[in-house]
Structures are given as structure tokens and as C-alpha cells.
């Protein structure tokens, strides 16, 4: 196993083996439950293309957080497209994708939009989800570290301390430029901490490098300054996905995917718009600037491919290895968990699996 440290009093993204705590219980972090939000402007929704607005009004609550990899939804928001398609929807947003996730577990939500990773850990323990449709994928994860590190390559990384937050699609990244370079989680030392420690850790020297969230981007060159380095690695597209609640009829899935492809078609439409609706529904999270400048490298399309299948098996077999978590996956087990009908039957292209 890795060589673990820890620095600091704040901990680390929820790693595996909490999910499996929390999920265990059924229970989620109240002190991380937000107010909700909703659709509030219908006067520039755009025009959708189904009867679902003449059905009985919906009322649906979806937990998330990630204003870019779940843009669609916050876009539907913005824009009234959910009202338009008869849903009444709550966003509730919460620090990370795996308090979101134990939300739909727990019953706090009906749906939810999380990365990869924290799905296959709870394919893994054998936890009932439903997978509806990945939303976005995005590839310029980004090694940062001081031009004083002597870092020059992956490769240049063997012996040194590395911050990451463990269990996190993060970690995965930091394994997967490690593994491109002849190196394993092993030839470094992992020091465990909070996306939000990484760069001022870097700032200090206490570690190395870090590979943290690109929320951090932006922030990461204003504190480092002159002596701010970085390396992309594309060999990784963390999916941001949509999971429904067992129990969800399919009516209600084909319907909320029925907006998220008209909030999606409008955001290839209108980016400068898309970027103004998304930036307004952050709260002051995310400025205006931001989101139009990361908002082009998440590849955005509801769709259901072979590839996040792929990844979640490979993501199976590195949590069995590197994090302890038991269990098998398959392609057969995810495909299991998939509710493709519901994507078929409002865009049958968009479903490229078995």
C-alpha cells in the first residue's frame, strides 16, 4: 500500500470506506444539507420539443454540486426548462459528489449527479442505483507544483510527497499519470488533504505537487504566482453522471432527461448565456469569467457509452487494489445498474451500450 500522511486538522474528501459507513446507515450529513433551489425564470426558457408540460406537475428534488460537470442542470434551472417540461425541481448542493450520492441513498433525493468513482464504490458494496445517463466528461486534470519542486516529468515525481485527496476521483488522476510514467502509488508519499489544502500546502513546500479539483485551478496560479507550474494529463475523463432513486418511475427519468438534453442543447446553442446562468445559480461560487473559461473542456452530451462502463470496471479493480474495498465489477454488473429504457425512449441515439 501507498505511504499515507496526513497534515493539517482538516480531512480529506470522504474516502471509500466512509461511503460505505454512510451508506450502511442509510443516513446522510445534515450540517452538509443546503436550502434548496429552484427554477425560478420561465420568460427565456427555450422551446422544448415534448407533451411532458401538458402531464400533472412533477415535483423532484436533485442532489449535486458540481456547477460544470452538472451544468445541464443548473441550466435548467436558470432558464425554466424545467418548468417547461412540467417538473418542479429542487438542486440541492452539497461539498462533494459523494454526500450527494448518500442524499439518494438515504432517501433526501431523487436523483443525483456525481463523478465516477463514487458510483463504482457503491456498485462495489452492492448498493441499489439506478444509472439514467453521463452527463459530461472532463479531461485536463492538471499535476500542480512549484517551479523550485525540481519536477520536470511524471516520472520526476518517484520519492516525493504528493497531495491528493484520498478516495477521490483526485487520487485516481494522481494513479493514473503515475502509472503512464512507470510508477506506481507506492513510488511516491501520499499526503491526504482537502482539495482546498493542496495549493497552499504546495505554496508552504510542504508537499511536492498536488493534484486537487479544477475549481482550484484559477486560485492555484493566483497564489503560487511566478512560481506556479503545472502539468496536464488527459489520459483520464472523469464522467459526471445522473443516478436515479430505485423506485423512480420511468415516466418521471424519461422526463428529466428530456430537459437536461433541451438544457444541453442550449448550452452548445448560447455558451456565453449558458456560462451567465450557470455562474448566477453558484451563489458568487463561481464568477461569470470562470465558468466561461473551464465551461468549453467539459465535453457535455447526455448519453449512455461503453465507455463509462470501461471506466467503472477499471475503477472497480483499482479501488480492490488500492483502497481495500471488496467486491467484484463487471460489464455485465454495471450494465445491470443501467436504466437504459429511459434514455432510449427519449433519444435512442444517445444510447450506445449493449
Not at 448566477?280 to 469569467?289: E, I, M, P, T
Request: aromatic letters at 6%; a neutral charge; hydrophobic letters at 45%.
Amino acid at each position: 500500500m501507498p505511504k499515507i500522511r496526513f497534515l493539517g486538522a482538516t480531512a480529506a474528501l470522504t474516502a471509500a470506506t466512509a461511503l460505505l459507513a454512510a451508506c450502511g446507515s442509510g443516513a446522510s450529513s445534515k450540517s452538509s444539507s443546503p436550502a434548496t433551489s429552484t427554477a425560478t425564470s420561465s420568460s427565456s426558457a427555450p422551446a422544448t420539443t415534448n407533451a411532458a408540460s401538458q402531464s400533472p406537475t412533477i415535483k423532484i428534488t436533485i442532489a449535486g454540486g458540481d456547477y460544470l460537470g452538472g451544468a445541464p442542470v443548473y441550466v435548467a434551472s436558470a432558464k425554466g426548462i424545467w418548468k417547461a417540461d412540467g417538473i418542479q425541481a429542487n438542486v440541492a448542493n452539497f461539498a462533494t459528489g459523494v454526500l450527494a450520492l448518500n442524499a439518494l441513498l438515504g432517501g433526501q433525493a431523487n436523483f443525483a449527479f456525481v463523478a465516477d468513482l463514487p458510483i463504482a464504490t457503491a456498485l462495489l458494496s452492492k448498493r441499489s442505483i439506478l444509472i439514467d445517463a453521463n452527463l459530461s466528461k472532463f479531461s485536463q486534470w492538471k499535476l500542480i507544483y512549484s517551479k523550485s519542486s525540481g519536477i520536470s516529468s511524471f516520472a520526476s515525481l518517484k520519492g516525493k510527497k504528493i497531495g491528493v485527496p484520498v478516495g477521490s476521483n483526485a487520487e485516481y488522476v494522481l494513479n493514473e499519470m503515475l502509472v503512464s510514467a512507470g510508477l506506481t502509488l507506492q513510488d511516491v508519499s501520499v499526503v491526504n488533504l482537502a482539495p482546498s489544502e493542496i495549493v497552499p500546502a504546495v505554496d508552504k513546500g510542504d508537499i511536492a505537487a498536488g493534484v486537487t479539483f479544477p475549481t482550484y485551478y484559477t486560485a492555484a496560479q493566483s497564489i503560487l504566482g511566478s512560481n506556479y507550474e503545472d502539468m496536464v494529463y488527459s489520459g483520464y475523463a472523469e464522467h459526471t453522471v445522473l443516478l436515479a432513486a430505485p423506485g423512480t418511475p420511468l415516466s418521471t427519468q424519461e422526463r428529466v432527461l428530456r430537459a437536461l438534453i433541451s438544457a444541453d442543447n442550449y448550452i452548445h446553442s448560447d455558451p456565453t448565456g449558458a456560462a451567465t446562468a450557470i455562474a448566477g445559480q453558484s451563489g458568487g461560487a463561481d464568477s461569470v469569467s470562470f465558468v466561461s473559461s473551464f465551461l468549453p473542456q467539459y465535453a457535455q452530451k447526455v448519453a449512455l457509452s461503453p465507455g463509462l462502463v470501461d471506466l467503472l470496471v477499471a475503477e472497480g479493480k483499482w479501488l480492490n487494489a488500492t483502497q481495500g474495498v471488496a467486491g467484484a465489477l463487471s460489464q455485465s454488473t454495471v450494465l445491470a445498474a443501467t436504466s437504459k429504457s429511459a434514455l432510449q425512449s427519449v433519444d435512442p441515439a444517445g444510447v450506445t451500450v449493449p
